[in-house]
């Protein structure tokens, strides 16, 4: 038990060192962090779970409403929206808390403290997860909810209660896999882990029960999407070619969604994977893989499952919770990386090095003391992913890029200057209004057709239009074309250098005009 506390002490002391090294205390240019923090702002005001609009608040559904109402709790008690710091301490907090909850698990089940420890401390020197654990954004708060899970699910196997309904670990089991789906969708994955782990020990009432109580719980965001008449995105994410090209179409045969499985097999499974695991490697997400690539990543995959076969009472809920999460990374849109393997890292990392500590230990069978510390050397693999860590330390340190300072700068003075309720349309409306909240702002139209575009404007009556340099491809393929095919519509009422940044005024009448509209609403 000392020996425990050793572990953990010296886990607290590392990740204190590697968090303070990375942590970036500017807003995340992603743009979801900003939403959040609104969403979280109106429900704490109790404006319910909903968005700000011209026409009003309107119900938002964009993201399952968990992570808001975990951060609303602390504007109830009198922090702001605009507490960045604190927030992203939070989640800090959250991802190390995860971590001892999987040392824990390893250390019980396996009985194996430096295995427990090695594996999570690995976990630490991963960069993207460190990354998005300084962000505001929901992945920490899944993590630990699922580890939550895992925990509650081996100590009702562990305490073995006669009569189920009177273990308080069944019912936190239920709660901590409906409060991962209120927070990610993907939390479904862990729903069918539940499932799996009653099934396989053949505890057929419990099962029943486990997805009786799960359904009822997630009923009340189905009834009340249904309600507002929300249809789900992340169905039409799935059947969409390009999510940022709507013109790309959907998809229609199953031949392209056979492509669209092999492409996120490489790109998310096969190179998201390795940059998770070793990012000292350098993965290039323009290429194919190749032969060997491809063997290497499926190798890892095959390491990941027999770890996840070498945890005991928790083998099957692992192995179904894998297995379901590498299925929806197959369907979701291109393109995404290792950025949506990010909440499951750290069991990667976990179940990862118990397979390869498994497998030496099978072929070795050799029982010593070299042997029994044989996870120690793994620890060499620090030296090869400390470097990755202090590139992203010095990233978190750089001022924000130009384009985002001109584009930030815009939206305070503008509103400091412009009357309440002005609306503008940019690029991430999210960012505009965290700065400028006493105004509205709205997106574009993605569309190839410049009039159509212009008409959105006009529908939606946009006021000013801010043209940026952010790096997003949508304004150059769509709003750029469309103000120079209607210069006259836009003059230049302010304009931010290197990069150029342009506020521009929108002739709304004149487009009406233009386009031949006969009322103007």
Known sequence: MKRNY???????????????????????????????LQLANNMSQGLGYTHNTPEGNI?????????????????????????????????????????????YLVNRILKNASLAFVSVLLAFFSPKLLEFSTMVMSEMFFLACSVVFFVSLYEYSRRKEKKFWTSPYFYLSIVAVVIAY???????????????????????????????????????????NSYYGIESRYFGTIMTVNPWRPESGTISSVGEMIDKILINLDETIIKGFQETLFPFISVNYEATSGFFQIVAGLLILAVIFYGAWKMGV???????????????????????????VVPVAPILFVTFYVGLYNL??????????????LSYTFLILVFFMYPPVELQAKRAKQPLPPAYQNFFSMAKSMQKQLPKNTICCCRKPEFFTFYAPNLYAVNYKYTLNANELIQDLIQKKVEYV??????????GRYLYPAIMAH?????????????????????????????????VE
């Open 466 to 475: 801010i043209l940026e340099q952010l790096g997003f491809g949508s304004t």
């Open 59 to 103: 119900p938002s559904s964009h993201f399952p409403p968990g992570y808001s109402a975990f951060l609303s709790i602390f504007m109830w008690l009198g922090l702001g929206m605009h507490n960045m710091i604190f927030f992203k301490v939070l989640n800090g907090v959250l991802l190390f808390a995860s971590f001892v909850g999987l040392f």
């Open 6 to 36: 050793i572990f953990l002490l010296i886990l607290a002391v590392v990740f204190a060192f590697v968090y303070t090294q990375i942590f970036d205390s500017k807003i995340d240019l992603n743009g979801d962090n900003a939403h959040y």
């Open 360 to 373: 030496i230990r099978l072929m070795w069978k050799k029982e010593n003391k070299v042997a029994q510390n």
């Open 182 to 224: 209120y927070t990610r969708t993907v939390g479904s994955a862990l729903i069918f882990a539940l499932l799996v782990f009653f099934l396989f020990r053949k505890e057929w009432i419990q099962a029943v029960v486990a997805m009786a109580g799960t359904v009822l719980l997630i009923l009340p965001w189905s009834l009340r």
């Open 314 to 340: 928790l083998k099957w809920a692992f192995i179904a919770y894998l297995t379901a999460q590498i299925g929806l990374f197959l369907l979701w849109h291109t393109g995404s990386g290792s950025r949506y």
């Open 487 to 519: 210069q006259e519509l836009f003059p230049v009422v302010w304009q931010l250098p290197n990069p150029d940044t342009y506020l521009l005024k929108f002739e709304r009448q004149q487009a009406v005009e233009k386009l031949n509209n006969v009322v």
